[in-house]
Nanobody, 122 residues
Framework: EVQLVESGGGLVQPGGSLRLSCEAS????????MTWVRQAPGKGLEWVST????????NFADSVKGRFTISRDNAKNTVYLQMDSLKSEDTALYYC???????????????RGQGTQVTVSS
């Protein structure tokens, strides 16, 4: 059973930084691309970023490109999302995700964790 546990969210001022972590279990982590998606209040899921199995290739939504970095540590079964220059529009529940069967990394569907809340406000 896929289990994903996110941590690292919180309240941060505009322009600040946060680092999210996601510890995975229940599947062969090193063989799966990993994704972060988010859901802002009253909105649908938004794909944020994906990293391939060995970390050599990353992709980002235009809304976060240049501000967010994704990385992974296969020895620790953990994926990270470093978020810099945060904006109020980044406020959302952030989910770590792995592509569900017959899904795609970009459009889902995904198996997700419980999420960690990020609030950007002064």
């Amino acid at each position: 059973e896929v289990q994903l546990v996110e941590s690292g969210g919180g309240l941060v001022q505009p322009g600040g930084s946060l680092r999210l972590s996601c510890e995975a279990s229940g599947f062969t982590f090193s063989s799966r691309a990993m994704t972060w998606v988010r859901q802002a209040p009253g909105k649908g899921l938004e794909w944020v970023s994906t990293i391939n199995v060995d970390g050599s290739n990353t992709n980002f939504a235009d809304s976060v490109k240049g501000r967010f970095t994704i990385s992974r540590d296969n020895a620790k079964n953990t994926v990270y999302l470093q978020m810099d220059s945060l904006k109020s529009e980044d406020t959302a529940l952030y989910y770590c995700a792995v592509t569900a069967p017959r899904g795609t990394w970009r459009y889902g569907p995904w198996n997700r964790g419980q999420g960690t809340q990020v609030t950007v406000s002064s």
